[in-house]
């Protein structure tokens, strides 16, 4: 096994030899094995122990048998102790959740703090395998059945070619002492039960199942790649980003093959269930919308608009006083000034007479229910056919402001101030208000 | 269940409520209780049995079980013997396996001789768990993990989002009788061993395990078809069609992210299986190539060209007479006049001074070794060297034919004809040979 191990690092893993590594051991028999394959195969590395304190004596025994390891082995060790139990508590998380956050949070730091390129772990082929199964049984798609992988964020698992048989083979063959973790056998039930009842009459029909599972994975894999190549094709072609929104033409979208499985592709990372409504959207009139836990789809006329959700208990009212210069809302600024001639119009800026403001003003987001008399126009409008007319998006409809003198819009930010509050000939003294 | 049934054929499959269908009924549980759900749904139907003799007097009472429940339902039946046995050491097939082609042979023949629309099985959701689990251990791809298809090539399964259970239930709560197959227990080992020591452990843990299995499979089934859409621009963009072969642009494909998986997307089911071989011939010189049972992949220049492999025990050498007027070799024709003028070159036609000719001529493929006097050139030149400065790509040169005056090559056909036998001022009679 050490040759077939030295290769596998030559072919598949040669930035492992030039870096400086860390080693998560356990003391199983899994990490044992790893740290003894990597000082035959010569890497730089030291050694990490958690002690999530779950076992009582038997944890401290396994740290002791870890520390003894390194000592053997003539390599740095760094151990800490978890006060797991309580955290998971706090957390409201499973122990087991628990001891995977903290290990790997205790790994990164190690990593940052002593300069260490990569973190190894002991995962190997039947690991794989049974993560494949148990995401197969709970429900999953392409990504799930692609197994554990190799390389993701800086953690590497060199052994998943090797299976447990390969590992309990070779720690044999060397004489190898491991302390058997009594956690495997009863904390993750499901996972026990993968592997001692699932996993034999597979194996039976195929001696090869850890060899073929590898292939398949390797293949789903690749598959994965196209899927993505295509998903950025489809990406570039069918949406647009604008202003950190997305905006997907339904007329091009429904000429895409597959309509459907193209829009799951779409919005797949954005955490939306409801896919029913989705796709009714696909021919829905403007305004309907669906949420996820962080964002919605906005039917707007020819487009699909992508957006974040608004955030909830947003301050929504604000005062402009007579003394203040400018106004914080919202993300935006809100600029007073006093000046001598009109400026060029444009929509962020409204030019008024200021003798007809009566202070403070309020500023608020727009209701069923407003009216003015829009600049340019005669008499007074519903500020929602206003809106309409104006065909702004029902997002940005969200996010329509209006200044009020007392009950009297006095500008719909943006768009359009309102007649009663120009300037005209008679105006002494012109106020500019710009929004920034 | 059968409102659940019924709605099932209305959402999914409303093709089968006006068509004619042949329901393959072996007196099991799954294709019994089919039968009596298509009756109450009002379904147009007749019955299939296909009796395999391959137990005895249970075949037989099998049969006649079945000839009742037509009866009994007031439909239609069709039965076939079949001697199974004999035809599997004829055809050097499983049991299993012929039993599977003579049944759908047999249905086929039904569908045309009584103008029927589909086929409908009795595979549910434990089938196509079981078959993804078989193909998983057995080694797979994508396509191997979306289960049994609802629909192909007219044969419909409508009872997939059923599982055993269900059917079991409708049994009972029916009082429907149904013929207990003992070939489910003893015929497909594997298939048993994952349908009662596999997936029991699975539906344990997750006691909708065949809901989520369906979704699961309806995922990848999406995954698929836009897979299928991605390989389809790839194939539009890389490949070019030139006369049944296949020309793959190397650069192109070299600069098309995942250049592997990409081209064992393109050529997946061409049945190659040397895939290192295969992405080697991205970086290998003009000449070297691959074989799959069927095709060959070959370098030339800047491109692959996928082909049919050349067939064995071709002919390969053909005589032309004095007298014949034509000559069929190789799916070509080469046909022989004498004519009065020259006329406008072109490769396929050769014109030649008819009595430096000595008949019969013989056509052969070209040799290693031949060599001749190229018409426009000076001297002699190896038909090697000839080949390769005029570019002619590896695959056409092995369908490069030469016509022979004894020792001497009169035409490399479709190329050039040979100084030694053109046509000159003291010509008397000049031969045109055309190829067709």
Redesign the interface.
Known sequence: MLQLFKNHLAKNLSYLKPAKLLLAVSGGLDSVVMAHLCKQAELNFVLAHCNFKLRGKASDQDEDFVKELATSLDVEIYTQGFATTEYAKAEKLSTQVAARDLRYAWFYELLAEHELDYVLTAHHANDSLETM?IN???????KG?TGIPENNNKIVRPLLPFNRKDLENFAEKNKINWRHDQTNDTDDY?RN??RH??VP??V???SQ?FQ??Q??QA??K??E???E??TA?LFSKLVQNINGEYYINVEQLLET??T???L??LLNSFGFTEWNDIYNLLHAQTGKQVFSATHRLVRDRAVLILAKKPKEHEKTTFLFKKEDRKLNFSGKLLVKEIIEELGKPQNNLAFLDYDKLDFPLKLRKWQAGDAFCPFGMKGTKKLSDFLKDEKVSPIEKENVWVLMSGEKIVWVINHRIDNRFKVEKDTKKIVKFSLV
């Open positions: 199964l197969l049984s709970r429900g999953t798609g392409l059945l499901f039960r993968i009842q699932v009459p597979l039976e029909e195929n199942l073929t599972i292939k398949t293949n789903l690749q598959t790649d196209l899927l190549d295509y094709i093959p597959h459907k499985a193209v799951y592709q």
